[in-house]
Nanobody, 131 residues
Framework: QVQLVESGGGAVQAGGSLRLSCAATGYSNSRDRITWFRQAPGKEREGVAVIYTNSGSTYYADSVKGRFTISQDNAKNTVYLQMSSLKPEDTAMYYC????????????????????????WGQGTQVTVSS
């Protein structure tokens, strides 16, 4: 059974930084797609960044491009989301999600940010950015 556990959320002032972690257990990360989503109150869940564990390929939503960086530590089965230059509009519950990649897929794209693709989800970690 795949389990994802997020951590690292908190409260920060605008312009600050946070690093979120997504620790995965119960699966082999040789060919996985791990994606960070966020959901603000009253808004739909939004995919913000994805990483392919087989190739390291990444893709970002326009809203976070240049400010957020997704990375992985395969030895720890953990994916990180480094968030910099945070804005109040980044305030949300952040979730990580995973799904095994089809064989041969090595390049991440916008299609990977679709919520419906994902089978496994973490419980979320809250990020609050004050102005």
């Amino acid at each position: 059974q795949v389990q994802l556990v997020e951590s690292g959320g908190g409260a920060v002032q605008a312009g600050g930084s946070l690093r979120l972690s997504c620790a995965a257990t119960g699966y082999s990360n040789s060919r996985d797609r791990i994606t960070w989503f966020r959901q603000a109150p009253g808004k739909e869940r939004e995919g913000v960044a994805v990483i392919y564990t087989n190739s390291g390929s990444t893709y970002y939503a326009d809203s976070v491009k240049g400010r957020f960086t997704i990375s992985q530590d395969n030895a720890k089965n953990t994916v990180y989301l480094q968030m910099s230059s945070l804005k109040p509009e980044d305030t949300a519950m952040y979730y990580c999600a995973s799904r095994v990649l089809p064989s041969g897929m090595v390049v991440a794209s916008s299609r990977d940010l679709a919520e419906g693709l994902y089978k496994y989800w973490g419980q979320g970690t809250q990020v609050t950015v004050s102005s």
